[in-house]
């Protein structure tokens, strides 16, 4: 299973709020919320994840056995 519990770490310490991530990234609510329910996110979505807050997909992302 893969959660995203790094990814909300990775933006506090970016400075990168949830607000501005849809405002100025246009990043949806309803993206952002399939992320807080580690649900399925495209591969599109993370890599411009990655580009808008400078970092590898293991900051934002974990695989994790179930």
């Known amino acids: 299973m893969i959660i995203f519990d790094k990814l909300w770490l990775t933006l506090k ?15 949806s609510t309803g993206q952002l919320d399939r992320l807080r329910k580690n649900g399925n996110i495209s591969t599109y979505t993370l890599n411009q ?11 934002i992302a974990e695989y994790i056995e179930d």
């Open 13 to 27: 310490e970016k400075g990168i709020s949830q607000y501005s991530l849809i405002k100025d990234y246009h990043i």
């Open 49 to 59: 994840l990655c580009k808008i807050i400078g970092c590898k997909l293991s900051d």
